[in-house]
């Protein structure tokens, strides 16, 4: 390993504060029931770097997972409310493990049920993050995992990957370590030989030609959530370390196991990154020419005058993609009007519909503070 990767393995073994995250398959027996010896493995680990001074958040995955003994169900539920009452189901389960196993220790944990909409929507996650902050100030272990219960199909995480990254942003984090059953990302199929361990990442030109395959029966997360939770979080300036919930002490001490993916400078705010890496959007507004320059190249407000249609069903506040004469999505962005509502602005300047339907609509249908310019493969 090169000079520079140990440094930067440094700032996972000097970190004040990080983000763990563990994957269902590292948790759970092949029948879907929690593991008690792997959850205390994983707890030992995480204990001891909490004895050393370092802050903690543990976002943990298996709460459908840990319902699937208890309900009976032989594999993980594929519609929705079946999902959601096995996470009710589960959910207490995984927490009370957690609270016993961290009680060896005289540690509390505090439950963190986060939706996407959490990480979206300005109030929500500001009090997340005090929340996040005082649970930590306390010296008590979050353990983070998505409200499965009242998630929706349209806006959910769909994998705690992301969801860890957004956590890490939010806690202002030194580092984020993904724990799964895969060691490391590797330039081929790891189960054939010639296949090598890809130690560090610093940028997305050591992944060409890299073919992320997908993930287990148990969970929902592939490589490819998380290498794209990497760039999420390494784009907020947090280094990350990928590779197997057996590896995690040695991970977590800076060794050099799994993939480390080096952070970048960028610092955007936390809804962006929601934005642009985990939303999708409910609707999309198409953009004449001089729009599109106005939102990209100005980075100004959306208004409704350069708007020529809208499609989809949203509400206020929902994430729209902005695509322009290209026919492909330019930026995403939470709308300030129902769909409903959109129609009878377009092409009509604020002041206009400001005379003719009063002065609540003297305003932008996008304000730029959220709006994200999409990369051509974000979408």
């Known amino acids: 390993m090169g000079e520079r990767s140990f440094v930067g393995r440094d700032r996972v073994r000097s970190a004040a504060r990080m983000v763990v995250k563990v994957g269902s398959s590292s948790l759970t027996t092949p029948q879907g029931m929690i593991d008690v010896d792997r959850v205390d493995a994983l707890v030992d680990v995480l204990a001891a770097r909490r004895q050393t001074g370092t802050q903690v958040v543990l976002v943990s995955s298996g709460a459908i997972a840990a319902g699937l003994g208890p309900l009976g169900l032989r594999a993980r539920p594929k519609d929705l409310a079946t999902q959601q009452a096995a996470a009710s189901v589960g959910q207490g389960v995984l927490i009370a493990r957690y609270t016993s196993s961290f009680a060896r220790y005289g540690l509390r944990v505090g439950q963190v049920l986060l939706t996407a909409d959490d990480m979206m929507r300005r109030s929500h996650h500001r009090n997340a993050q005090r ?20 998630a929706t199909d349209e806006i959910r995480f769909g994998d705690n990957d992301r969801l860890a990254a957004l956590v890490a942003h939010l806690t202002h984090a030194d580092a984020m370590v993904l724990l799964s059953d895969v060691d490391a990302l590797y330039d081929g199929d790891p189960r054939k030989a010639g296949s090598a361990r890809i130690a560090e990442v ?178």
């Open 202 to 379: 610093r940028g997305p030109e050591d992944l060409e030609g890299v073919e992320l395959g997908s993930g287990g029966s148990v969970g929902t997360g592939g490589m490819v959530t998380k290498v794209q939770a990497a760039k999420i979080a390494t784009g907020a300036g947090v280094p990350v370390v990928l590779t197997a919930a057996a590896h995690a002490a040695h991970a977590l001490a800076g060794a050099d196991v799994g993939t480390y993916f080096h952070p970048g400078g960028r610092h955007p705010g936390t809804r962006l990154l929601w934005l642009a890496h985990a939303a999708t959007g409910r609707g999309r507004l198409h953009l004449d020419g001089g729009a599109v320059a106005a939102v990209v190249e100005r980075r100004m407000s959306l208004l409704p005058a350069g708007v020529l249609k809208v499609e989809g069903d949203f509400a206020a506040g929902d994430p729209v993609d902005l695509y322009g004469p290209s026919g492909h999505p330019v930026a995403r962005g939470l709308v300030n009007f129902d769909a409903g509502e959109i129609p009878d602005l377009l092409g009509r300047s604020t002041r206009e519909l400001a005379s003719a339907l009063g002065p609540e609509y003297e305003r932008e249908l996008i304000h730029r503070d959220d709006i994200v310019i999409l990369e051509p493969h974000v979408h």
């Open 131 to 150: 929340t996040l902050a005082r649970l930590l100030e306390l010296g008590i272990v979050p353990v983070v995992n998505e409200n499965d219960t009242v």
